[in-house]
T-cell receptor, first 115, second 115 residues
Framework: EAGVAQSPRYKIIEKRQSVAFWCNPI?????LYWYQQILGQGPKLLIQ????????DSQLPKDRFSAERLKGVDSTLKIQPAKLEDSAVYLC?????????????FGPGTRLTVL | AQSVTQLDSQVPVFEEAPVELRCNYS??????LFWYVQYPNQGLQLLLK??????LVESINGFEAEFNKSQTSFHLRKPSVHISDTAEYFC?????????????FGTGTRLKVLA
């Protein structure tokens, strides 16, 4: 079974530029999550999708971050414009459903450096 | 608000020695508890979880954790570590929030096993 795929693995941009990350979850997983992991901290949930609908985006900085999952499969997270404090690893995860008994499977992450 | 505290940011231990990684949580309601492991350049993987029932849970690679409600702890232990256990370990808690489950992760403990 293929795992969660993410691309690119690494990205370096200058502040005020735009960047986009892509995630393809495990086949059949209805729930998709984007997390931000700043160095020295645990992952923080940015947004959660159930199929193509947003379940929780309370911690997403909506003035600069956006995410979509148009067909209920893969997803894109965008930052526009980027700030220095956005330097982090962006993790995508998926699960069969949003229930607490369903394991979240994580991708390898995209490491973003904003200069 | 719930939170997760991992007091030890780094734990060095010699191979074949026992180890305990500490995790405390704060919540006024029932929670579900998890330990995730992150090997270098990989995504997080579920190690074990406590949902209900026996307070002692085990993983397939020799780790175990005990849910202690009175002390609000979920410490991770292994009686004899291997070099391959070198990784970062994250404790997480979740509880129902607006019809779904939001994970709160601790800041992580970096376990380094020395030869």
């Amino acid at each position: 079974e293929a795992g969660v795929a993410q691309s690119p693995r690494y990205k370096i941009i200058e502040k005020r530029q735009s960047v986009a990350f892509w995630c393809n979850p495990i086949s059949g997983h209805a729930t998709l999550y984007w997390y931000q992991q700043i160095l020295g901290q645990g992952p923080k949930l940015l947004i959660q999708f159930q199929n193509n609908g947003v379940v929780d985006d309370s911690q997403l900085p909506k003035d600069r971050f956006s995410a979509e999952r148009l067909k209920g499969v893969d997803s894109t997270l965008k930052i526009q414009p980027a700030k220095l404090e956005d330097s982090a690893v962006y993790l995508c995860a998926s699960s069969l459903s949003p229930g607490y008994t369903d394991t979240q499977y994580f991708g390898p992450g995209t490491r973003l450096t904003v200069l | 608000a719930q939170s997760v505290t991992q007091l030890d940011s780094q734990v060095p231990v010699f191979e074949e020695a026992p180890v305990e990684l500490r995790c405390n949580y704060s919540s006024s309601v029932s929670v579900y508890l998890f330990w995730y492991v992150q090997y270098p350049n990989q995504g997080l993987q579920l190690l074990l979880k406590y949902l209900s029932g026996s307070t002692l849970v085990e993983s397939i690679n020799g780790f175990e954790a005990e849910f202690n409600k009175s002390q609000t702890s979920f410490h991770l232990r292994k009686p004899s570590v291997h070099i391959s256990d070198t990784a970062e370990y994250f404790c997480a808690v979740t509880r129902p929030t607006s019809g779904t489950y939001k994970y709160i992760f601790g800041t992580g403990t970096r376990l380094k096993v020395l030869a």
